[in-house]
C-alpha cells in the first residue's frame, strides 16, 4: 500500500520487552486506554517506522494470551486512538481474526476484512468470551468467532483464492454477514520480504528473472548440503513438509522417482511417521533421496532457490501461498490441480509454449510421477527450461497488484457531508 502511494498506519500488539529492542521504535510518554473483557487498561505505546516500508507503526505494549484478548485490546486501543486524533482513516484493513472487533470501533469509509489464510477461524471458547464480555457490539450481534464479528462489520470479506471463497460462503460465520456484502477473492502477494532471491543474504548466489545465473550456484550448494548427486539434466524436486493424504502420495512415489534422473529432497516438520519412512528410503536410495532436518524459515528459501521443482499435494489448499513462494524462487510448481492450485496455476504446454507450471489431475503415484517425467523432459531441454523457469518468475504474485485489486473494491459508505480526503492515512488494525 506505501508503494501505491497510500498513507498507511499499522497498529499491531505484542510483549513490551520485545517491542522495545526493535529498531527505530521509541516509547511513547503517553499510554492508551484499552479493555480486556470488563477490565480497564493502560497500556504503553511504541511508535516507529515498518521496518520493511514507510508506513506509520504504533504498537501496544501488552502480549495477549490468547487470540480474542488480541482482539479487544486492538478494537479497544483503536478506538481510542481515533478519540485522540492519532488515527483517521479512510480505509481499515482488519487482517485476520485478531483484527475483526475494531472494524465495530473505528468509523471508516472503507471496511475491509481479510482473511489471509483463506480460513475461517475456530469457535470462540467460553475463556475466550470473557475478553470480549461487556461489549455492547459482541453482545447484541451474539456471535461465536471472531470471524462472524468481522464479517458483520466488513463492507467486504477478502480471501485469497475462489477455492476460499466457496469454502468461507458455507462457514456458519457468514451467516451474520448482510445479504449484499461481497466475499472477494483477491490473490495476494508473494514478493514480501525476505522473499526475494535478488537480495536474499541467506543464498548461496542471488539471482533474478533478468538476471538468472544465481540460481545454478544455488542449485550446487543445495544438493552439496544435502548430498544429492547432480547430474547436467538431473531434476532436483523438493517436496515436503510431509503430512496428510498428499504426503502418503509423495512416500509412495518417491522410490519411483529414484529410478529417474530425479533427486528428490523432502523438508522436515511433517508427519514423523511418514518423515520416518521417508527417512529409510534415503538410506536405501543414497544421493537420490535427502531429508533434510533443518526447518527453519532460511533453510526454506534455499529449498526454493536451489530446486528446480517443488511438488505440492495439499488437495485443499485455499491460498495457494506454497505455489507462489516456488514461483518467485524460479522453481517450477509441480502440482495436484485442486483447490488454489487449480485457481491460480496454469499448465504448461508444449505446443503454444504457455504456461508456467506442471499439474497432475489427482493425487496418484501414477500421476505425480508422469508429473514428474514432464518436467525431467523439459529439464532435458535447456531452452525451453530456461524459458519455462522465466515463465515462472514472471508469473510470481505481487502486491503490488493485490493493492490494485483492494483499490477497485467499490464498497465504500456513501459520503457523509463534511468533505472527506480524497487520500487519507490507511489504518490497518
Known sequence: MVAAKHRVTLLSVGAP??????PGMARRLR??????????????????????????LYVLGL?????????ALLASAAASLTRDGLLKPEVIVAWD??????????????????????????PLD?????????????????ATSLTALGAAEAHAVVVPSPSARRRLERDPAMTVRASDQPIVAVRLGCDDPPYDPATDPTLAATYSVDAPAGKSECRRALARHASLALGPRTLLVVAGPLSGPGGEAVVDTLARLARLDVATLVASGGDRALTD???????????????????SGAADRQHLAGADAVLLTDTDHPSGRPAGLALRYGAVPVAVESGAYADHLVDHDAASATGF????????????EAAIRRALALRSDVQAWQNLVRAAMGSAPLWANTVAQLEALNVAEPPAVEAVPISGPVATA
Do not use: M, N, W
Not at 495477549?64 to 482482539?71: E, I, L
Not at 481474526?97 to 475456530?122: I, N
Not at 519412512?277 to 526447518?295: C, F, N, Q, T, W
Open 126 to 142: 467460553a475463556h475466550e468470551r470473557k475478553a470480549l464480555a461487556g461489549d455492547p457490539a459482541v453482545e447484541a450481534l451474539g
Open 357 to 368: 507450471a506442471l499439474l497432475f489431475p489427482r493425487l496418484d503415484p501414477f500421476e505425480i
Open 17 to 22: 520487552e520485545h517491542v522495545a529492542r526493535l
Open 97 to 122: 481474526d485478531a483484527a475483526a472487533h475494531s472494524l465495530s470501533t473505528v468509523r471508516a469509509a472503507t471496511r475491509l476484512f481479510v482473511l489471509p489464510t483463506g480460513v475461517a477461524g475456530a
Open 63 to 71: 502480549q495477549p494470551s490468547t487470540r480474542a484478548d488480541a482482539c
Open 277 to 295: 519412512r521417508a527417512s529409510v528410503l534415503a538410506i536405501e536410495h543414497p544421493g537420490k533421496i535427502a531429508v533434510r532436518a533443518d526447518a
Open 31 to 56: 499510554t492508551v486506554s484499552a479493555a480486556l473483557g470488563r477490565a480497564a487498561l493502560e497500556l504503553p505505546l511504541y511508535e516507529g517506522r515498518a521496518a520493511l516500508g514507510q508506513a506509520q
